[in-house]
């Protein structure tokens, strides 16, 4: 059993902040994963902060002063423009980056993974040093559809994703609070991230969006790269919605064959079946939820008069799960089964 030098780049953000938290518990209830050292790494404005990890209290590092040399591991949560800048610089001092930014997402020759749907991928790591995991809603759709069929048989998939303001980091919360509070107060509100205004309201996100995390096309691409099919018809929509945390989605899904609903299988991904309980974020994203983190998944049921099709509705954790429960994973796995 080896002990390993981890390195957290953006480590005082919301994903970052979450993942210190998982991995603490995590190594104490799972030996699999020893750590030696954990950097904290951040921009300059945060570096100098104190964090506590195992009763030891950590100095946040400059990430331009960071020396990746020191690491064997690297999680990039910090945001695209970080990742570009940084993550090869770290790859090529031999640290194996595993990166949730979305900037590597699209690249041919970087392994992107949905940990449970496409492990395989992570034996090319060794391509650039560096894996890539999908996006939240490429993440929570796959991991639900993949206990349903074949992944292979798939013959057209459509989501409709809900968009928390919290898969916009720290400054999508502040900016859905700050307007809640002053529309409540009968005061007029600016719009800062979003383009429109969030609060009680609903941003459709266009399909000509470049956005590189939840427009159209960079989600198509990371469906079908991650499933290894370039022609699967896929239909997308994304709509920003006046919730903190949880992403949701109503997912439709046809397969070549007759879909059974084998129950057994969800567990083995990570879904939880809810039965006759709709899930909703607020319900099911919560702090007491912590060692138990799943996809929620609910109304689950052939469309009718068609046994290929299947209908469901499911809810997850965005930061928690979806952001930090899913790097671990891809950490765990690599280490167990490709180093």
Request: aromatic fraction near 8%; proline fraction near 4%; glycine fraction near 6%.
């Amino acid at each position: 059993m080896s002990a390993w030098n981890i390195a957290i780049v953006g480590a005082t953000g919301q994903v970052g902040s979450a993942l210190i938290e998982l991995l603490q518990e995590y190594t104490q209830k799972n030996h699999s994963i020893e750590i030696d050292n954990l950097y904290l790494v951040g921009s300059d404005n945060s570096a100098g902060e104190i964090i506590r990890f195992a009763g030891k209290n950590l100095t946040v590092i400059d990430s331009a002063q960071m020396d990746f040399s020191q690491c064997h591991f690297a999680f990039f949560v910090a945001g695209a423009k970080t990742s570009e800048k940084y993550a090869q610089q770290a790859a090529q001092a031999g640290c194996i980056v595993i990166d949730a930014s979305g900037y590597f997402a699209d690249q041919d020759h970087i392994p992107l993974i949905v940990p449970q749907v496409n492990n395989h991928v992570l034996a090319e790591y060794r391509n650039e040093n560096i894996i890539a995991v999908a996006s939240a809603p490429v993440s929570q759709l796959l991991r639900c559809v993949a206990p349903l069929t074949d992944i292979e048989l798939l013959t057209n998939l459509h989501v409709t994703s809900f968009i928390p303001s919290s898969m916009y980091g720290k400054p999508g919360v502040e900016e859905l609070a700050g307007q809640s509070a002053r529309l409540l107060n009968g005061m007029p509100v600016d719009n800062d991230l979003f383009d429109k205004q969030l609060a009680f309201n609903l941003l459709p996100i266009s399909h000509e969006s470049d956005n590189s995390s939840y427009g159209e096309k960079s989600l198509i691409n990371q469906i079908r790269k991650v499933i290894n099919n370039y022609q699967l018809p896929i239909s997308i929509e994304s709509v920003i919605v006046p919730v903190f945390y949880g992403l949701a989605q109503a997912v439709n899904v046809s397969s070549s064959l007759p879909i059974e609903l084998d129950m057994a299988r969800f567990s083995e991904y990570g879904v939880e079946l809810q039965g006759d309980t709709l899930s909703t974020p607020v319900t099911e994203v919560n702090a007491e939820s912590e060692s138990n983190l799943t996809i929620k998944l609910s109304n689950l049921r052939h469309s009718f008069g068609h046994y290929e099709q299947i209908q469901f509705w499911s809810v997850a954790d965005n930061i928690r799960y979806l952001g930090g429960m899913m790097l671990i994973q891809t950490l765990e796995m690599l280490i167990n089964d490709y180093l």
